[in-house]
Protein backbone atom coordinates (compact mmCIF):
# COMPACT_ATOMS: atom_id res chain seq x y z
CA UNK A 1 0.00 0.00 0.00
CA UNK A 2 2.91 2.45 0.90
CA UNK A 3 4.03 1.35 -2.50
CA UNK A 4 0.95 2.67 -4.32
CA UNK A 5 0.93 5.70 -2.25
CA UNK A 6 4.40 6.90 -2.73
CA UNK A 7 3.59 6.61 -6.95
CA UNK A 8 -0.04 8.64 -7.01
CA UNK A 9 2.55 10.54 -4.57
CA UNK A 10 4.86 11.14 -7.63
CA UNK A 11 1.96 11.72 -9.97
CA UNK A 12 0.63 14.44 -7.72
CA UNK A 13 -2.62 13.13 -6.99
CA UNK A 14 -3.09 13.82 -2.77
CA UNK A 15 -6.35 12.95 -2.50
CA UNK A 16 -6.25 9.36 -3.53
CA UNK A 17 -2.44 8.88 -2.01
CA UNK A 18 -4.07 9.79 1.22
CA UNK A 19 -6.98 7.55 0.91
CA UNK A 20 -4.66 5.10 0.44
CA UNK A 21 -2.57 6.16 3.45
CA UNK A 22 -5.67 6.28 5.46
CA UNK A 23 -6.64 3.03 4.53
CA UNK A 24 -3.69 1.04 5.46
CA UNK A 25 -3.94 2.77 8.95
CA UNK A 26 -7.35 1.68 9.74
CA UNK A 27 -5.53 -1.56 10.27
CA UNK A 28 -5.02 -0.83 13.40
CA UNK A 29 -8.37 -1.15 14.46
CA UNK A 30 -8.77 -4.96 13.16
CA UNK A 31 -12.22 -4.41 11.76
CA UNK A 32 -13.20 -7.30 9.82
CA UNK A 33 -14.64 -5.22 6.83
CA UNK A 34 -10.70 -3.70 6.32
CA UNK A 35 -9.73 -6.66 5.44
CA UNK A 36 -11.85 -6.56 2.94
CA UNK A 37 -11.37 -3.09 2.01
CA UNK A 38 -7.54 -3.62 1.85
CA UNK A 39 -8.53 -6.80 -1.08
CA UNK A 40 -10.34 -4.40 -2.93
CA UNK A 41 -7.93 -1.67 -2.87
CA UNK A 42 -4.66 -3.53 -3.38
CA UNK A 43 -6.57 -5.29 -6.39
CA UNK A 44 -7.32 -2.33 -7.87
CA UNK A 45 -3.93 -1.43 -7.14
CA UNK A 46 -3.05 -4.25 -9.26
CA UNK A 47 -4.45 -3.05 -12.34
CA UNK A 48 -2.98 0.90 -11.65
CA UNK A 49 0.55 -0.98 -11.57
CA UNK A 50 0.04 -3.11 -14.73
CA UNK A 51 -1.32 0.06 -16.56
CA UNK A 52 1.65 2.03 -15.38
CA UNK A 53 3.82 -0.67 -17.06
CA UNK A 54 2.04 -0.43 -20.09
CA UNK A 55 2.59 3.09 -20.50
CA UNK A 56 5.80 3.11 -19.41
CA UNK A 57 7.00 0.12 -22.06
CA UNK A 58 5.25 2.21 -24.80
CA UNK A 59 7.07 5.59 -24.18
CA UNK A 60 10.10 4.16 -24.22
CA UNK A 61 9.57 2.03 -26.92
CA UNK A 62 8.67 5.15 -28.70
CA UNK A 63 11.64 7.01 -28.13
CA UNK A 64 14.26 4.04 -28.68
CA UNK A 65 15.09 3.65 -24.97
CA UNK A 66 16.05 0.74 -22.58
CA UNK A 67 12.98 -1.16 -21.41
CA UNK A 68 13.10 -4.63 -20.51
CA UNK A 69 14.54 -3.62 -16.92
CA UNK A 70 12.24 -1.29 -16.22
CA UNK A 71 9.02 -3.77 -17.29
CA UNK A 72 10.71 -6.61 -14.89
CA UNK A 73 10.84 -4.01 -12.22
CA UNK A 74 7.61 -3.24 -12.72
CA UNK A 75 6.34 -6.85 -12.70
CA UNK A 76 8.07 -7.47 -9.35
CA UNK A 77 5.80 -4.66 -7.90
CA UNK A 78 2.76 -6.69 -9.70
CA UNK A 79 3.97 -9.94 -8.01
CA UNK A 80 4.62 -8.53 -4.54
CA UNK A 81 1.55 -7.03 -4.98
CA UNK A 82 -0.09 -9.99 -5.47
CA UNK A 83 1.17 -11.69 -2.28
CA UNK A 84 -0.13 -8.82 -0.36
CA UNK A 85 -3.62 -9.73 -1.33
CA UNK A 86 -2.84 -13.33 -0.59
CA UNK A 87 -1.48 -12.61 2.75
CA UNK A 88 -4.82 -10.35 3.45
CA UNK A 89 -6.79 -14.26 2.32
CA UNK A 90 -4.60 -15.97 4.22
CA UNK A 91 -6.12 -17.79 7.78
CA UNK A 92 -4.05 -15.69 9.73
CA UNK A 93 -5.24 -12.25 8.58
CA UNK A 94 -8.61 -13.72 9.19
CA UNK A 95 -7.72 -13.92 12.93
CA UNK A 96 -6.44 -10.69 13.41
CA UNK A 97 -9.36 -8.77 11.51
CA UNK A 98 -12.05 -10.12 14.07
CA UNK A 99 -13.94 -6.78 14.96
CA UNK A 100 -17.22 -7.26 14.00
CA UNK A 101 -17.13 -9.72 11.74
CA UNK A 102 -20.55 -10.66 11.34
CA UNK A 103 -21.52 -7.36 9.21
CA UNK A 104 -17.92 -7.01 7.62
CA UNK A 105 -19.42 -7.83 4.02
CA UNK A 106 -22.19 -6.18 3.86
CA UNK A 107 -19.89 -2.91 5.41
CA UNK A 108 -17.55 -3.77 2.98
CA UNK A 109 -20.06 -3.35 -0.24
CA UNK A 110 -21.04 -0.34 1.30
CA UNK A 111 -17.45 0.76 1.41
CA UNK A 112 -16.66 -0.36 -2.52
CA UNK A 113 -19.91 0.55 -4.01
CA UNK A 114 -19.94 4.07 -2.71
CA UNK A 115 -16.24 4.61 -3.61
CA UNK A 116 -17.19 2.65 -7.12
CA UNK A 117 -19.81 5.28 -8.04
CA UNK A 118 -19.11 8.48 -6.55
CA UNK A 119 -15.57 8.44 -8.57
CA UNK A 120 -18.06 7.19 -11.45
CA UNK A 121 -19.83 10.34 -11.41
CA UNK A 122 -16.31 12.08 -10.83
CA UNK A 123 -15.26 10.95 -13.65
CA UNK A 124 -17.92 11.53 -16.22
CA UNK A 125 -19.46 15.24 -15.29
CA UNK A 126 -17.93 17.11 -16.90
CA UNK A 127 -17.30 19.61 -14.24
CA UNK A 128 -15.76 19.26 -10.47
CA UNK A 129 -18.92 17.49 -8.91
CA UNK A 130 -17.34 17.23 -5.68
CA UNK A 131 -16.89 19.95 -3.39
CA UNK A 132 -13.10 19.68 -2.36
CA UNK A 133 -12.78 19.65 -6.58
CA UNK A 134 -14.24 22.71 -6.41
CA UNK A 135 -12.44 24.00 -3.21
CA UNK A 136 -9.40 21.89 -3.00
CA UNK A 137 -8.16 20.96 -6.71
CA UNK A 138 -7.44 17.22 -7.03
CA UNK A 139 -8.35 16.08 -3.50
CA UNK A 140 -11.58 14.83 -4.62
CA UNK A 141 -10.41 11.18 -3.54
CA UNK A 142 -10.02 12.55 -0.14
CA UNK A 143 -13.78 13.06 0.18
CA UNK A 144 -14.90 10.07 -1.89
CA UNK A 145 -12.88 7.92 0.60
CA UNK A 146 -14.48 9.93 3.58
CA UNK A 147 -17.88 9.38 2.21
CA UNK A 148 -17.15 5.94 2.03
CA UNK A 149 -15.73 5.65 5.37
CA UNK A 150 -18.94 7.37 6.80
CA UNK A 151 -21.31 4.69 4.48
CA UNK A 152 -19.66 1.54 5.84
CA UNK A 153 -20.16 3.00 9.59
CA UNK A 154 -23.80 3.90 8.93
CA UNK A 155 -24.18 0.56 7.55
CA UNK A 156 -22.99 -1.47 9.95
CA UNK A 157 -25.11 0.11 12.61
CA UNK A 158 -28.43 0.05 10.29
CA UNK A 159 -27.59 -4.01 9.91
CA UNK A 160 -30.06 -4.66 13.02
CA UNK A 161 -33.28 -3.90 12.87
CA UNK A 162 -33.21 -1.44 15.98
CA UNK A 163 -30.08 0.40 14.51
CA UNK A 164 -31.93 0.65 11.61
CA UNK A 165 -35.20 2.29 13.15
CA UNK A 166 -32.69 4.41 15.02
CA UNK A 167 -30.10 5.13 12.62
CA UNK A 168 -33.02 6.00 9.47
CA UNK A 169 -34.56 9.37 10.59
CA UNK A 170 -31.14 11.10 11.47
CA UNK A 171 -29.07 10.43 8.31
CA UNK A 172 -32.20 11.26 6.23
CA UNK A 173 -32.39 14.44 8.19
CA UNK A 174 -28.46 14.92 7.98
CA UNK A 175 -29.30 14.33 3.82
CA UNK A 176 -31.67 17.39 4.00
CA UNK A 177 -29.74 19.30 5.95
CA UNK A 178 -27.02 19.36 3.84
CA UNK A 179 -29.06 19.61 0.78
CA UNK A 180 -30.62 22.95 1.76
CA UNK A 181 -27.59 24.38 3.44
CA UNK A 182 -25.53 24.13 0.19
CA UNK A 183 -28.57 25.52 -1.45
CA UNK A 184 -28.89 28.19 0.48
CA UNK A 185 -25.30 29.04 1.13
CA UNK A 186 -25.16 29.06 -3.27
CA UNK A 187 -28.32 31.50 -3.76
CA UNK A 188 -25.74 33.92 -0.84
CA UNK A 189 -23.44 34.06 -3.26
CA UNK A 190 -20.84 31.01 -2.57
CA UNK A 191 -21.44 29.88 -5.94
CA UNK A 192 -19.23 26.70 -5.84
CA UNK A 193 -21.88 25.26 -3.77
CA UNK A 194 -24.01 24.71 -6.28
CA UNK A 195 -24.13 22.19 -9.56
CA UNK A 196 -23.88 24.19 -13.21
CA UNK A 197 -27.25 24.58 -14.62
CA UNK A 198 -30.93 25.94 -14.34
CA UNK A 199 -32.02 26.25 -10.55
CA UNK A 200 -35.10 24.96 -9.99
CA UNK A 201 -37.25 25.11 -6.83
CA UNK A 202 -36.65 21.52 -4.45
CA UNK A 203 -40.60 20.68 -4.53
CA UNK A 204 -40.54 17.11 -5.47
CA UNK A 205 -43.62 18.07 -7.43
CA UNK A 206 -41.05 19.44 -10.21
CA UNK A 207 -39.38 15.89 -10.80
CA UNK A 208 -42.30 15.49 -13.16
CA UNK A 209 -44.31 18.21 -13.76
CA UNK A 210 -40.54 20.19 -14.53
CA UNK A 211 -39.76 18.35 -17.79
CA UNK A 212 -43.73 18.49 -18.28
CA UNK A 213 -43.10 22.36 -18.38
CA UNK A 214 -39.60 22.96 -20.12
CA UNK A 215 -39.63 19.72 -22.19
CA UNK A 216 -36.20 19.39 -21.04
CA UNK A 217 -34.60 18.47 -17.90
CA UNK A 218 -35.05 14.90 -17.05
CA UNK A 219 -31.89 14.66 -15.04
CA UNK A 220 -33.85 14.25 -11.62
CA UNK A 221 -36.42 12.34 -13.19
CA UNK A 222 -34.02 9.71 -14.28
CA UNK A 223 -32.37 9.53 -11.10
CA UNK A 224 -35.68 8.96 -9.08
CA UNK A 225 -36.57 6.48 -11.41
CA UNK A 226 -33.11 4.42 -11.34
CA UNK A 227 -32.84 4.67 -7.48
CA UNK A 228 -36.85 3.25 -7.74
CA UNK A 229 -35.30 0.50 -9.64
CA UNK A 230 -32.28 -0.27 -6.78
CA UNK A 231 -34.57 0.07 -3.54
CA UNK A 232 -38.61 0.44 -4.93
CA UNK A 233 -40.19 2.96 -3.03
CA UNK A 234 -37.55 3.87 -0.09
CA UNK A 235 -36.91 7.02 -2.13
CA UNK A 236 -39.93 8.13 0.26
CA UNK A 237 -38.21 7.07 3.30
CA UNK A 238 -34.83 7.33 2.86
CA UNK A 239 -33.44 9.69 0.20
CA UNK A 240 -36.21 12.55 -0.42
CA UNK A 241 -34.99 15.93 0.29
CA UNK A 242 -38.36 16.93 1.54
CA UNK A 243 -39.69 13.80 2.65
CA UNK A 244 -37.40 14.41 5.97
CA UNK A 245 -39.16 17.54 7.13
CA UNK A 246 -42.54 15.63 6.93
CA UNK A 247 -40.95 12.59 9.03
CA UNK A 248 -39.25 15.47 12.01
CA UNK A 249 -42.68 16.95 12.17
CA UNK A 250 -44.39 13.48 12.51
CA UNK A 251 -42.35 12.67 15.13
CA UNK A 252 -42.89 15.97 16.85
CA UNK A 253 -46.76 14.45 17.50
CA UNK A 254 -48.20 11.43 18.87
CA UNK A 255 -47.47 7.45 17.96
CA UNK A 256 -49.31 7.17 14.91
CA UNK A 257 -52.91 4.86 14.78
CA UNK A 258 -53.45 3.80 11.48
CA UNK A 259 -56.40 5.79 9.83
CA UNK A 260 -58.95 4.07 7.12
CA UNK A 261 -59.99 8.00 5.47
CA UNK A 262 -56.09 8.26 5.29
CA UNK A 263 -55.20 5.74 3.28
CA UNK A 264 -58.13 6.21 0.56
CA UNK A 265 -56.38 9.63 0.18
CA UNK A 266 -53.53 7.63 -0.46
CA UNK A 267 -54.89 6.92 -3.57
CA UNK A 268 -57.17 9.87 -4.46
CA UNK A 269 -55.41 12.36 -2.93
CA UNK A 270 -52.24 11.99 -4.03
CA UNK A 271 -53.95 10.74 -7.71
CA UNK A 272 -55.26 14.28 -7.37
CA UNK A 273 -52.30 16.27 -7.16
CA UNK A 274 -50.58 13.98 -9.66
CA UNK A 275 -53.25 14.93 -12.04
CA UNK A 276 -53.30 18.54 -10.92
CA UNK A 277 -49.31 18.87 -11.55
CA UNK A 278 -49.48 17.58 -14.93
CA UNK A 279 -52.31 19.64 -16.35
CA UNK A 280 -50.95 22.32 -14.74
CA UNK A 281 -47.43 21.98 -16.43
CA UNK A 282 -48.85 21.23 -20.04
CA UNK A 283 -51.56 24.57 -19.68
CA UNK A 284 -48.34 26.86 -18.66
CA UNK A 285 -46.15 25.21 -21.48
CA UNK A 286 -49.56 25.53 -24.03
CA UNK A 287 -50.05 29.22 -22.87
CA UNK A 288 -46.21 30.31 -23.55
CA UNK A 289 -45.88 31.34 -19.36
CA UNK A 290 -42.14 32.04 -18.97
CA UNK A 291 -40.69 29.86 -15.97
CA UNK A 292 -40.55 32.92 -14.10
CA UNK A 293 -43.98 32.87 -13.98
CA UNK A 294 -44.64 29.68 -13.88
CA UNK A 295 -42.29 29.35 -10.77
CA UNK A 296 -44.98 30.73 -8.54
CA UNK A 297 -47.17 28.05 -9.08
CA UNK A 298 -44.64 25.57 -8.07
CA UNK A 299 -44.16 27.61 -4.90
CA UNK A 300 -47.77 27.75 -3.97
CA UNK A 301 -48.04 23.90 -4.00
CA UNK A 302 -44.66 23.56 -2.12
CA UNK A 303 -45.47 26.00 0.98
CA UNK A 304 -49.04 24.03 0.49
CA UNK A 305 -47.47 20.63 1.23
CA UNK A 306 -45.23 22.45 4.24
CA UNK A 307 -48.30 23.55 5.82
CA UNK A 308 -49.72 19.96 5.42
CA UNK A 309 -46.03 18.78 7.74
CA UNK A 310 -46.38 21.51 9.86
CA UNK A 311 -49.95 21.32 10.84
CA UNK A 312 -51.43 18.16 10.33
CA UNK A 313 -48.89 15.33 10.04
CA UNK A 314 -47.42 17.20 13.53
CA UNK A 315 -50.88 16.98 15.18
CA UNK A 316 -51.08 13.55 14.20
CA UNK A 317 -47.97 11.66 14.41
CA UNK A 318 -48.53 10.67 10.92
CA UNK A 319 -46.61 11.69 7.52
CA UNK A 320 -49.74 13.12 6.31
CA UNK A 321 -47.97 15.33 3.20
CA UNK A 322 -45.84 12.15 2.08
CA UNK A 323 -48.87 9.92 1.63
CA UNK A 324 -51.23 11.82 0.84
CA UNK A 325 -50.39 14.69 -0.91
CA UNK A 326 -46.98 14.53 -2.81
CA UNK A 327 -47.84 12.98 -6.02
CA UNK A 328 -44.30 11.49 -6.39
CA UNK A 329 -44.71 9.74 -3.38
CA UNK A 330 -47.79 7.96 -5.38
CA UNK A 331 -45.45 7.41 -8.39
CA UNK A 332 -42.64 6.06 -6.32
CA UNK A 333 -45.36 3.72 -4.55
CA UNK A 334 -46.95 2.26 -8.13
CA UNK A 335 -43.46 2.05 -9.44
CA UNK A 336 -42.65 0.29 -6.56
CA UNK A 337 -44.74 -2.66 -7.76
CA UNK A 338 -41.79 -3.15 -10.60
CA UNK A 339 -38.86 -3.23 -7.92
CA UNK A 340 -38.78 -7.00 -6.35
CA UNK A 341 -38.67 -5.62 -3.08
CA UNK A 342 -41.07 -5.98 -0.29
CA UNK A 343 -42.32 -5.90 3.37
CA UNK A 344 -43.98 -9.49 4.14
CA UNK A 345 -45.43 -10.63 7.08
CA UNK A 346 -45.32 -14.22 8.43
CA UNK A 347 -47.96 -16.87 8.77
CA UNK A 348 -47.18 -16.83 12.36
CA UNK A 349 -48.01 -13.29 13.59
CA UNK A 350 -49.38 -13.14 16.72
CA UNK A 351 -51.64 -9.70 15.57
CA UNK A 352 -50.21 -7.85 18.81
CA UNK A 353 -50.56 -4.45 16.65
CA UNK A 354 -46.69 -3.17 17.98
CA UNK A 355 -46.03 -2.56 14.06
CA UNK A 356 -49.46 -0.38 13.85
CA UNK A 357 -47.83 2.35 16.25
CA UNK A 358 -44.17 2.52 14.05
CA UNK A 359 -45.88 2.87 10.78
CA UNK A 360 -46.07 6.45 9.92
CA UNK A 361 -47.03 5.98 6.33
CA UNK A 362 -50.59 4.34 7.86
CA UNK A 363 -49.79 1.11 5.51
CA UNK A 364 -50.40 -1.21 8.71
CA UNK A 365 -53.63 -2.28 10.41
CA UNK A 366 -55.17 -5.78 11.42
CA UNK A 367 -56.32 -6.45 7.74
CA UNK A 368 -53.45 -5.96 6.10
CA UNK A 369 -51.41 -7.49 8.14
CA UNK A 370 -54.24 -10.90 8.00
CA UNK A 371 -53.48 -10.25 4.08
CA UNK A 372 -49.33 -10.32 4.78
CA UNK A 373 -48.41 -7.32 3.08
CA UNK A 374 -48.74 -3.67 4.15
CA UNK A 375 -50.57 -1.15 2.41
CA UNK A 376 -49.75 0.86 -1.39
CA UNK A 377 -48.28 3.43 1.25
CA UNK A 378 -45.29 1.44 2.04
CA UNK A 379 -41.85 3.08 1.66
CA UNK A 380 -39.80 -0.28 3.01
CA UNK A 381 -38.85 2.08 5.83
CA UNK A 382 -38.08 -1.09 7.53
CA UNK A 383 -39.47 0.75 11.36
CA UNK A 384 -42.42 -2.30 11.84
CA UNK A 385 -39.44 -5.15 11.41
CA UNK A 386 -37.56 -3.81 14.41
CA UNK A 387 -40.95 -3.32 16.66
CA UNK A 388 -41.92 -6.94 15.98
CA UNK A 389 -40.53 -8.89 18.64
CA UNK A 390 -41.81 -12.01 17.13
CA UNK A 391 -39.21 -11.64 14.11
CA UNK A 392 -42.86 -12.05 11.20
CA UNK A 393 -41.98 -8.96 9.76
CA UNK A 394 -39.32 -8.81 6.98
CA UNK A 395 -37.49 -7.65 3.82
CA UNK A 396 -38.39 -10.30 0.91
CA UNK A 397 -36.19 -10.56 -2.30
CA UNK A 398 -36.27 -13.40 -4.76
CA UNK A 399 -34.53 -15.91 -3.84
CA UNK A 400 -33.11 -14.62 -1.13
CA UNK A 401 -33.73 -15.67 2.62
CA UNK A 402 -35.23 -12.45 4.94
CA UNK A 403 -31.67 -11.83 6.45
CA UNK A 404 -29.87 -11.73 3.54
CA UNK A 405 -32.96 -9.71 1.75
CA UNK A 406 -32.36 -6.95 4.71
CA UNK A 407 -28.56 -6.69 4.29
CA UNK A 408 -28.67 -6.20 0.47
CA UNK A 409 -31.38 -4.02 0.99
CA UNK A 410 -29.19 -1.60 3.68
CA UNK A 411 -26.16 -1.81 1.59
CA UNK A 412 -27.95 -0.32 -1.68
CA UNK A 413 -29.65 2.06 0.36
CA UNK A 414 -27.28 3.17 2.27
CA UNK A 415 -24.82 3.58 -0.53
CA UNK A 416 -27.29 5.41 -2.66
CA UNK A 417 -27.81 8.00 0.30
CA UNK A 418 -23.92 8.35 0.69
CA UNK A 419 -23.95 8.87 -3.02
CA UNK A 420 -26.48 11.75 -2.83
CA UNK A 421 -24.81 13.25 0.47
CA UNK A 422 -21.85 13.44 -1.61
CA UNK A 423 -23.57 15.96 -4.22
CA UNK A 424 -26.20 17.34 -2.52
CA UNK A 425 -26.75 20.60 -4.47
CA UNK A 426 -29.20 21.82 -7.12
Given at each position: ????????????????????????????????????????????????????????????????????????????????????????????????????????????????????GLALARAKVPFPILLADRYLPGWGWAEIFAL???????????????????????????????????????????????????????????????????????????????????????????????????????????????????????????????????????????????????????????????????????????????????????????????????????????????????????????????????????????????????????????????????????????????????????
Amino acid sequence: MSFLAAHLLRQGDFGLMTAFLALAGLMTTRQAWVRWGMVAALVWGGFIWADTTVHLVHFRQAFDLPWRRLAVIMTGLIVFNGFAVMALLSQRASSFFSVARDSSLGRTAIFVLTIMGLALARAKVPFPILLADRYLPGWGWAEIFALGLYAQWIGGRMMKPRGHRMVRPRIWALFSAVFFLQLALGLLGMEQMLMTGTLHLPVPALIFGGPVFRGTGFFMLILFSVTIFLVGPAWCSHLCYIGAWDDSLSRLGPRPAPKEGLRRLSLWGRGATLVLTIMTAVVLRSMGIPGSSAIVFAMFFGLLGVGIMAFVSRKMGMMTHCTTFCPMGLVANILGKISPWRIRIGSDCTRCGACYTRCRYNALDESRVTLGRPALSCTLCGDCVSACAHKQIGYSFPGLSGENARTLFIVLVVTLHAIFLGVARI
